[in-house]
């Protein structure tokens, strides 16, 4: 598919993390895929096309990663081999990019999860945070894939991921006017009015550096409409909503979307292994008979406590499932270095401590809550509920809904949020609900436990369907086939 070009993925994190030796699990160091939707869906590409792979060191554990080559030849513990180029900025910028501007500023404004009356607060620290931390790493980056580019035998093909690189593209264009780029746009583009709680020079500065692009992939058409409003309104730009372009600077720029998804064979190859089914055994030891299932990041946009506050009203309403029935939330941390995300799983544990103290019973415990980050207990996970709960306030696409369906081995029912991406092709096999509704949400946690055998079955395979159909190796070839067709070849 793409054996005429040099992919050159650039994302701020890397495929792969080093896990350092686990004496308890008794498990060496070794390196392992890294966390979110972003790495789950991207490695298979890396990997199959023997991509580059431009990153941003995180932590010291990235910048040993660094130290062993550029790129680095970097083999996971599964035997998939990565060629990561670091970059390694000062720890101010860094910290400036990431948990200043990056998170939470630009993740808060695409989630809506400002509370307007209160924060932002933007002031001169922002403005330094952007030109000192944002546009600086986001400069760095575009120099090493320039490099790379100039370096690259075959005519390079630019894969821009998500928020913390928006600039990355306009840069990259600067230097190497013919070069071809893309921008995918893993997390919602919310409407022109909310940009504008970003100051001017800042929302203005991301967009063009956006536009720097010959194409621009969202998760879902309300993205993409969200996108070009946003040109026309914001920039002032002439767009056409019916072609789904927008022209900038002499040049016409396409914006699609592509809903993200999974790679089918590799995940179910993965839920099926040894390790994964050693956690099930564990899983099977303590599990009740209905097990309502919930994995996330310890994020915000995913209102993990609101799941919990229905759950609890569900037990209200039905007594007599209690003692049968549990609340696994399994929770991966998430940006701990951001004050607004340790408040934040603070109130995740302290809530489910609170319910756990007000029906606890004759060694029951309502809600299990295990924040960890270990993939094969996830997969056991996934193969075991009877209800998948994911209703995040507004997420890009939402793979946990994808994966969790496609594993399961009990025709387990999927709650969904209308506001994840993923509403758009699952909507329809699930139990919708609106994420701030609670007595709506514990009434479609009910229904799942409740429903009988042959509509769960009917529902999860058309979820299975609707995954195999459309995996990940799809959401690839039509950004692909895009480009080569808009654009006129790649060369
Ligand atoms: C989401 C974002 C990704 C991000 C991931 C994990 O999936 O869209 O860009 O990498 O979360 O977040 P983290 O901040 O840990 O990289």
């Given amino acids: ?226 996108f070009l409003m946003t040109c026309e309104e914001n920039l002032g730009l002439t767009v056409d909503l019916g072609a789904r372009t927008v022209r900038f600077e002499g040049r016409t720029i396409w914006v699609r979307n592509y809903p993200i998804s999974v790679d089918v064979d590799s995940l179910l190859a993965q839920a099926d292994t040894e390790e994964v089914l050693a956690e099930e055994e564990r899983l099977l030891s303590w599990r009740p008979e209905k097990l309502i299932l919930r994995v996330d990041r310890t994020d915000l946009s995913k209102n993990i406590v609101r799941g919990f506050l229905a759950y609890e009203r569900m037990l209200e309403d039905h007594h007599e499932l209690h003692g049968d029935v549990q609340f696994w939330a399994y929770l991966q941390p998430s940006r701990q270095d951001i004050d607004d995300y340790r408040a934040y799983l603070g109130s995740v544990l302290s809530v489910a401590a609170r319910i756990n103290r007000k029906f606890s019973r004759g060694g029951w415990t309502p809600i299990r809550v295990e924040v960890d980050d270990v993939m094969a207990r996830a997969l056991a996970g996934y193969r075991q509920f009877d209800v998948l709960l994911v209703n995040p306030i507004y997420d890009g696409m939402n793979l946990v809904a994808k994966e969790g369906v496609l594993c399961n081995r009990r025709d387990g029912v999927l709650v969904l949020s209308e506001n994840a991406g993923s509403h758009e092709e699952l909507g329809d096999f699930a139990l919708s609900v609106n994420p701030f509704d609670i007595d709506e949400t514990a009434e479609a946690l009910y229904l799942g436990l409740a429903m009988d055998a042959p509509q769960k079955a009917a529902r999860a395979e058309r979820i299975r369907e609707t995954v195999r159909a459309a995996d990940i190796n799809r959401w690839i070839a039509l950004q692909v086939q895009d480009l080569r067709d808009l654009i006129g070849g790649t060369g």
């Fill in 1 to 226: 598919m793409l054996g005429d070009v040099q992919p050159i993925v650039v994302a701020n994190r890397a495929p792969l993390a080093l896990e350092p030796a686990d004496h308890y699990r008794n498990t060496p160091e070794r390196l392992v895929k890294g966390a979110g939707g972003l790495v789950t869906a991207l490695s298979s590409l890396a990997a199959t096309t023997h991509a580059l792979w431009v990153a941003v060191a995180r932590d010291d554990s990235d910048r040993a990663l660094a130290s062993r080559g550029d790129p680095a030849e970097l083999e996971t513990d599964d035997g998939t081999v990565y060629r990561v180029s670091f970059v390694q900025p000062p720890l101010e910028a860094y910290d400036l990019y990431y948990n200043v501007v990056s998170n939470p500023l630009l993740w808060f404004i695409q989630h809506y999860l400002w509370d307007l009356a209160r924060e932002p607060v933007v002031d001169t620290a922002t403005f330094r945070a952007w030109r000192e931390g944002y546009v600086r790493v986001n400069q760095m980056v575009a120099d090493r894939v320039v490099a790379e580019a100039r370096a690259s035998t075959l005519p390079p093909l630019v894969f821009v991921q998500d928020y913390q690189l928006y600039c990355v593209p306009g840069m990259v264009r600067a230097a190497l006017p013919e070069v071809r780029i893309q921008h995918f746009v893993h997390i919602p583009w919310p409407t022109p009015q909310y940009w504008t709680v970003l100051p001017k020079p800042i929302r203005d500065g991301l967009l063009k550096g956006l536009l720097g692009c010959d194409l621009v992939g969202f998760q879902t058409s309300r993205d993409v409409r969200n």
